[in-house]
């Protein structure tokens, strides 16, 4: 089993776009039935959108807990305010109050009350969902707005995949991920075995493909970069492809900028299914052929790689 | 000597689980007796370092030996303060405890020499 | 005045807004502009400050002094985050697991833990050619909090400079991250506005609704821009529409304008047209928020 994880650093690169043509691209081919769709965007979930699956499960998502008050105990003392770092305790007309929303859930303000009149309740940020898309099993979840542990939902999210795809000896995990380069991110990375970067040949583009191809690097990830909507700003593609080639990176492809791409998303479909012979379509079938490629030269998945030194051993 | 074995599930028959922070429950064997009792993983609901806090809890229950299927950097770094030794059983074969526990005694397991992945935010 | 540039989806043109409303703003305001996308920050690249000011910014995390700690635990037991680990005569402190909360420190019975600070990031400020005050925060790579350095970039950049012809009213502008989870909702906090930017387009329906339950729930006023507008379907006028959320600007899909914010020039740079757009545009929004 492998993962692979389509990422960009800048968001509205086309992420999600190219992972739903994958999805298409891999129906028909040597990995039919061999693939499981991980959206591990879990604060904008828009896969769900492309492919418009049947949800068949959903489950509530607990995140952290967040202080509350017991007003009839408070004796308004104000000792909780004072140790709260993250400017959490508020105090009104009707007494001191707990912002959940800036409530880091640490506690300090329930060691501190000499009344024990705090507590911590639990919240349910978000929720987990299992799909069944045309192109195969999804795994997706939604983050309530503004909530946090958005690494623990993303990191649950691609457990629940990589257990399905252990379970029926699926080969493929395929990614769907967030952008930026933070918490979720790394949990949408760590133990994947490959990741392509969808950039797009723009000043900012450009920018942060660097920082998320020095992230892929800090944890051992190796990386594939495409650049998206490329013929709008050549000079960049151009920089972009001798930045990838000074360090050592396959770059896999140009996609066109091509008004089939948002026409299959209003539509709800993957764009090699929509227009198969738009521009963007032919450009994102020769770089899934790459990328299958880059994935068999890849070693075998982690889990794979440890069963085998277990058999040998 | 005692040795924990994740387990997915809270009963005796419950099979090997291969994630060591997020494991369902620790059964805690005793090799010498073949004497267990399982032990519900308290890390199971932590919102972030929950390696940590089942290493720390393996090591209260008086554990020398741990099986699992993978160790995170920060799980095995406070496994290894608390001299506790870290065994690998493959992850992806449905195997009892018990199982686990014959592979353990006739020394079959791989040991782990340090984390086995790089560590997931928020597990 | 704090204004907040937001969107939900990533590439929506939060960058481009944000920056030619700071340029417009300066005319009749002392403006400060915050780039709080501290993952993939790129409103340098518009704005070209001279970012000649670097401050280390991160989380304060304990140490605990050994030969003063007892192991008794009660930092461990205590640390909702697991960022501390006690295992026999042994003190674990994991630093990128720690929220600074200071609880280990106040509950430690021996006093034995020092805080310092776990640098995890930092904040460069300095001024524009168009008199900007600018400071961005910038995450080290392989950090995974984004929100402690967030929190620093609202303390401790620098206030704008009044311009030396009288007194200016202060205008902050601050470009949220995409997303909407707890890094946006730090960007809103303590602002007077928010204008999400968004596309016509399913994916940018879904992401602005999770970003204006946000504002709601800040109870901050709110307004739209519609970018590359006529690319996709009129789902997002519609929502607008039965939302009360105006819709303050319409940027048309132009392949001139994606040309240039490529290579790097803002909007008002681009089409003197959007000079008095974008100052109706800031017009707009001072009329919509409650003074």
Redesign the interface.
């Known amino acids: 089993m492998k993962q692979l994880v389509i990422l960009s650093g800048k968001g509205g690169t086309g992420k999600t776009s190219v992972t739903a043509a994958f999805a298409h691209l891999a129906s028909p081919g040597p990995f039919a039935d061999q693939i499981i769709l991980a959206d591990a965007d879990v604060d904008a979930a828009n896969l769900e959108l492309v492919l418009r699956p049947e949800r068949v499960n959903t489950e509530p998502f607990?995140?952290?807990e967040v202080a509350v008050i017991d007003e009839d105990r408070c004796a308004q003392c104000g000792d909780c305010e004072s140790v709260c770092r993250f400017d959490a305790i508020v105090e009104t007309d009707a007494g001191w109050l707990i912002d959940p929303v800036a409530c880091e859930?640490c506690a300090a303000c329930v060691h501190q009350c000499p009344t024990e009149s705090i507590a911590m309740q639990e919240q349910t940020v978000g929720e987990y969902a299992y799909s069944d898309s045309r192109y195969g099993p999804l795994h997706h979840a939604h983050l309530y707005p503004g909530q946090?542990?958005?690494?623990?939902?993303?990191?649950d999210v691609?457990?629940r995949a990589s257990r399905q795809a252990?379970d029926e000896q699926r080969r493929l995990v395929l990614i769907d991920g967030p952008p930026g380069i933070g918490?979720?991110v790394?949990?949408s990375v760590?133990?994947a075995d490959l990741a392509l970067l969808v950039t797009e040949p723009t000043v900012a583009g450009i920018h942060d493909l660097r920082r998320a191809l020095k992230t892929l690097q800090h944890?051992?990830v190796p990386a594939l970069v495409c650049i998206n909507k490329a013929d709008v700003y050549p000079v960049g593609a151009r920089e972009i492809e001798a930045y990838c080639r000074a360090n050592g990176i396959d770059g896999v492809g140009r996609i066109p900028f091509d008004p089939a791409v948002p026409g299959a998303m209003v539509a709800g479909e993957a764009v090699t299914a929509y227009r198969p012979d738009a521009p963007a379509s032919l450009a994102l079938s020769a770089v899934w052929e790459r990328v299958v490629a880059a994935l068999s030269e890849t070693p075998a998945g982690?889990?794979d790689a440890?069963?085998d030194?277990?058999?040998r051993? | 000597m005692k040795v924990a074995i994740s387990i997915a599930g809270e009963t005796p028959d419950a099979p090997f689980d291969a994630?060591f922070g997020?494991a369902e429950s620790f059964c805690l064997a005793e090799t010498d007796t073949g004497a267990w009792t399982l032990h519900a993983n308290p890390?199971l609901?932590?919102?972030?370092?929950?390696g940590?806090?089942a290493?720390?809890f393996i090591?209260r229950l008086g554990a020398q030996a741990v099986v699992s299927?993978?160790y995170g950097p920060?799980a095995y770094?406070?496994l290894s303060?608390?001299?506790i030794d870290c065994f690998?059983?493959?992850?992806?074969?449905v195997r009892s405890a018990a199982e686990i526990l014959d592979a353990f005694t006739a020394g079959s397991l791989?040991p782990a020499d340090g984390a086995?992945?790089?560590?997931?935010?928020?597990? | 005045m704090r204004i907040v540039v937001a969107s939900g989806k990533g590439g929506t043109g939060k960058t481009t807004v944000a920056t030619s409303l700071a340029q417009v703003a300066t005319e009749g305001y002392a403006v400060r502009f915050l780039d709080c996308d501290v993952e993939a920050p790129n409103a340098e690249l518009f704005l070209h400050p001279s970012l000649d000011v670097h401050l280390d910014v991160g989380v304060q995390v304990p140490r605990v002094d050994a030969q003063t700690c007892t192991y008794c635990g009660t930092c461990?037991e205590i640390c909702?985050?697991?960022?501390i680990?006690?295992?026999?005569e042994?003190t674990?402190v994991?630093d990128d697991?720690c929220h600074g909360c200071g609880s280990c420190t106040w509950m430690c019975p021996e006093q034995a833990i020092t805080e310092h600070l776990f640098v995890t990031g930092t904040i460069d400020s300095g001024i524009t050619p168009d008199g900007i005050a600018f400071a961005r925060g910038l995450m080290n790579v392989g950090q995974?909090m984004g929100v402690p350095i967030l929190r620093e970039l609202k303390k401790r950049a620098p206030a704008a400079t009044s311009a030396a012809t009288g007194v200016r009213r202060a205008l902050e502008i601050r470009d949220a991250p995409p997303g909407a989870s707890c890094p946006v909702v730090e960007t809103m906090r303590g602002a007077d506005f928010v204008l999400f930017v968004t596309e016509p387009t399913p994916f940018g329906l879904h992401d602005l609704k999770q970003v204006a339950a946000i504002a709601r729930e800040l109870s901050i006023p709110a307004g739209v821009v519609v970018n590359r507008d006529g690319i996709g379907d009129d789902a997002v006028d519609a929502y607008c529409a039965e939302s009360d959320l105006p819709i303050l600007l319409r940027i048309p899909m132009n392949r001139c304008i994606a040309e240039a914010i490529a290579a790097g020039r803002t909007l008002v740079e681009t089409d003197a047209v959007y000079r008095s757009q974008f100052k109706n545009l800031l017009e707009r929004i001072l009329t919509e928020v409650p003074q």
Do not use: M, W, Y
Request: glycine share 18%; aromatic share 4%; with cysteine.
């Open positions: 607990r995140g952290g859930g946090e542990s958005s690494g623990k939902l993303v990191t691609r457990q252990l918490c979720p790394i949990a760590s133990g944890f051992g982690s889990h440890r069963v030194q277990q058999r051993g | 994630r997020r890390a609901s932590a919102a972030g370092g929950a940590v806090l290493a720390q090591a299927g993978a920060k770094r406070t303060a608390a001299h690998l059983a493959p992850g992806n074969e791989t086995t992945h790089g560590g997931h935010h928020g597990d | 461990a909702r985050f697991n960022a680990a006690v295992v026999g042994t674990l994991f697991l995974a």
